[in-house]
């Protein structure tokens, strides 16, 4: 065991901050970034949409410098990357995405209020409802007054995106929401000049209320978290020990260290730079870099990376890279190019808006038309327009997705899923391949004891009484494993005294009178004692499994027992890749650990295909390479190495107790360490994506059936479709699509 030493420092990792480079990323943008990228951000047109943000809400499209002496509180540069989204002119001030949903939000509560009068005093459906509101000076007002503001204030936000979508020629949701609204408003403020009309304001004031509810869901579904380059950042520390000429100390800010500098690393401290150990001997924790789950040891000469953090002795490291040349600096590039590399996504709803846009303005043309010819110039024919235009604005159509995104985003944090990507969301249903990294995803990321073997005259309760009691005060990872054998075994520890920790050869105790020593084979091989046949072939077929095997000697003469260690699959990754492979879905697995650990874990499994001694870039291009096969790719990992491969991946699902940076690169996070919940995940985009199917046949069936009857198709045989009328359809049809979207939290996720 090299290097096994007890040292608990119980230091404190030091402050953290950035290094010296800008880094932008490119979240996966909301529908507000979509238009306005296509639009405003080719014309300084960010005005269009309005800029609203709670106090003290910082804007996420703010210039962001990633250094060590930058503000902390700043925000950072959004580019939009492929989707031609410049921050250039006067457009880095747009509102960012947390705050697109509040905007939607207020604006929703607000026009609710104002619209509740509006209800109440319609003439409509006081007539419906048989009820009549009294009567009082003003009170003629209260609907077109209160109408006119929820109008101007509620329906401002379409309008402008609306905007956007005509200049680029694109109509869709907004253009088709817009024409509606504002038909509707036109004609009920003309009714109210025109002898023969019914203004139908309460028509208008639901459907913007509405329209923004739909918009509210949206928005909060898609809101994205642009925080996985800080958290790669905050890897590094402040500050460094820098040694001097005289071979003291000085504390010295990161960027100011260059090549050639030594710093000091103590205990539970993170390496500031890159570099090679020039004193000293420790063990270093680089999981977050290398996904290795056992500290690597470090001696003078050895390789160290910025970031990763020292484990029990001092180091004084010889500094040969920093800043933009360290390894973490490349991890962060690579993260910032795969989040760029995300392709832009429209909506189903969206392409059936701009469809039914078109459709909406020709029927209403053929409805002129035929109604000019058959009656002449009368209010009527307006009021048939007027109906056709009104009807075709989807109600349902804009419910139809964000309540099933909204309904779909709660039961999947019910069962311990977060979605904060909703495209990803949808894309897992068509996965056909899942990646997993091996440390902390399948495996539980910690040493843990896989078998025992003891001398003929000894047990292995015996065996374990004493090595945990040894092993009792020490907080290394192999001491922990040792501990947490034996007390799922209901073992007790022994009682020891004299303990003794031997540098990079194990520990020494005194246990009721014996010398006890606990250590690897260099242990064995400095008390130069023989092994028995038995303990021999045991640790040969760990040594193939890539185990680590400590043995524990008595009297320093008489090897009695043997600990394999390992890092433990978990008891739910069989059951996962069981059903994985049940639905189809072929299982790969990536690992910075040794191909013999890579081919036992994946042996075990029954994984289609694993990559072994993978670093940070080449875990990039596996799931890259993958994807140019024409496979749709989900990474599933916690680690900051695993963070450009959960950016690239079409699905990047990122396990919640890892890494944060890990957290703020996925698009969905489990908040368990439990594959299975890769399962449920896909089984609940399936479902969701069936309902948003459902939702917008009915929606757009609707559109179907109510514009010709509308526009007066069968008004020869005296059917006729008012406004009035087409408007408590539309509120039907919005209320089947919500019933119908709730039917989600009631489908079978079960693994």
Same mark, same amino acid.
Request: glycine content about 8%; proline content about 4%; aromatic content about 4%.
């Given at each position: ?31 507000? =970034? ?37 503000? /902390? ?71 077109? @007054? ?23 020629? *694109? ?37 913007? %209320? ?8 949206? !928005? ?15 890897? !590094? ?30 205990? &539970? ?37 910025? &970031?990763? @953090? ?82 075709? =604005? ?62 003929? %005259? ?6 374990? *009484? ?64 023989? /092994? ?51 639905? &189809? ?49 989900? !990474? @599933? ?29 996925? %698009? ?35 559109? @179907? ?12 045989? &005296? ?22 979207? /709730? /039917? ?8």
């Amino acid at each position: 065991m090299t290097n096994h030493d007890h040292h608990d420092s119980g230091e404190k990792r030091p402050p953290q901050s950035q290094p010296p480079k800008q880094y932008e990323r490119a979240p996966s943008c909301c529908r507000l =970034c979509r238009l306005e990228a296509d639009g405003s951000g080719r014309s300084t047109d960010a005005e269009s949409l309005p800029s609203e943000r709670e106090p003290g809400e910082v804007d996420a499209h703010e210039g962001h410098e990633h250094h060590a002496s930058a503000d /902390r509180g700043a925000g950072h540069e959004d580019d939009h990357g492929p989707s031609g989204h410049d921050h250039d002119d006067g457009h880095g001030a747009h509102t960012d995405h947390s705050g697109h949903e509040g905007m939607f939000r207020r604006r929703f509560w607000v026009s609710l209020v104002l619209s509740v009068p509006v209800i109440v005093f319609s003439e409509f459906i006081q007539d419906v409802f048989g009820y009549t509101t009294p009567a009082f000076p003003g009170s003629s007002l209260i609907v077109p @007054v209160l109408s006119v503001i929820v109008f101007a204030y509620g329906g401002v936000p379409f309008l402008s995106m609306a905007r956007t979508e005509l200049k680029n020629r *694109e109509p869709g949701m907004m253009m088709l929401i817009s024409l509606a609204i504002t038909v509707a408003f036109v004609y009920s403020m003309a009714s109210l000049f025109l002898p023969g009309t019914t203004p139908f304001f309460w028509e208008l004031v639901t459907l913007i %209320d509405i329209m923004l509810l739909g918009h509210w869901m949206e !928005m909060r579904s898609v809101r994205q978290a642009s925080g996985a380059l800080d958290e790669l950042a905050k890897l !590094m520390p402040d500050t460094a020990e820098r040694v001097t000429e005289s071979g003291d100390t000085e504390e010295v800010p990161v960027s100011e260290l260059g090549e050639g500098d030594v710093v000091l690393v103590r205990p &539970g401290a993170s390496v500031p730079a890159d570099g090679e150990v020039a004193e000293g001997e420790s063990s270093v924790d680089e999981s977050m870099i290398t996904g290795e789950s056992r500290p690597v040891d470090k001696e003078p000469g050895s390789e160290v990376v910025a &970031g990763t @953090v020292n484990q029990d002795g001092s180091l004084r490291v010889r500094v040969t890279k920093t800043g933009d040349a360290t390894t973490l600096a490349g991890i962060m590039r690579l993260v910032d190019e795969a989040q760029k590399s995300k392709s832009r996504t429209q909506l189903l709803a969206d392409r059936a808006a701009g469809w039914l846009f078109y459709i909406a303005l020709g029927v209403a043309a053929i409805t002129a038309v035929a109604w000019v010819v058959a009656v002449g110039f009368e209010i009527a024919v307006l009021e048939r327009v007027v109906t056709v235009l009104v009807i075709a =604005c989807p109600h349902a159509l804009g419910l139809a997705v964000p309540l099933v995104v909204a309904i779909n985003t709660s039961t999947a944090a019910q069962n311990g899923m977060l979605i904060r990507d909703r495209i990803a969301m949808e894309e897992a249903r068509n996965l056909d391949t899942v990646m997993f990294d091996k440390t902390g995803t399948l495996t539980k990321g910690e040493q843990g004891v896989v078998g025992i073997q003891t001398a003929a %005259d000894w047990d292995e309760e015996r065996a374990l *009484e004493i090595a945990a009691g040894v092993e009792g005060d020490s907080e290394h990872m192999i001491a922990r494993a040792i501990r947490t054998a034996a007390e799922e075994r209901g073992v007790q520890r022994a009682s020891v005294s004299n303990f003794e920790n031997l540098r990079g050869l194990g520990v020494r105790a005194v246990v009721n009178g014996d010398t006890v020593h606990l250590g690897g084979p260099n242990l064995i091989e400095r008390l130069d004692i023989d /092994r028995s046949d038995e303990l021999v072939s045991f640790a040969e077929e760990a040594g193939s499994n890539a185990q680590t095997v400590i043995y524990l000697i008595r009297d320093e003469s008489e090897v009695v027992a043997a600990f394999a260690l390992a890092d433990v699959i978990r008891e739910e990754s069989h059951k996962a890749i069981e059903a994985l492979h049940g639905m &189809g879905i072929e299982v790969a697995m990536l690992t910075g650990d040794s191909e013999d650990v890579a081919r036992a874990v994946s042996e075990e499994l029954g994984i289609d295909q694993y990559f072994a001694e993978v670093l940070p870039e080449e875990k990039d291009t596996k799931v890259e390479a993958l994807q140019s096969e024409g496979k749709l790719v989900a !990474m @599933v990992g916690d680690g900051v190495n695993d963070a450009p491969a959960l950016t690239r991946a079409d699905v990047g699902i990122a396990i919640g107790s890892g890494t944060d940076v890990a957290i703020e690169s996925g %698009d969905i996070i489990l908040v368990d360490n439990n594959p299975l919940d890769v399962v449920r995940l896909i089984r609940l985009s399936k479902a969701s994506y069936r309902k948003m199917q459902e939702n917008l046949v009915w929606a757009t069936g609707y559109n @179907v059936v109510a514009l010709p009857l509308a526009a007066g198709i069968l008004a020869p045989i &005296g059917i006729l479709l008012s406004p009035a009328i087409g408007a408590v359809f539309m509120s039907l049809s919005t209320i089947i699509v919500a019933i119908n979207a /709730r /039917r989600l939290r009631r489908v079978d996720l079960s693994a």
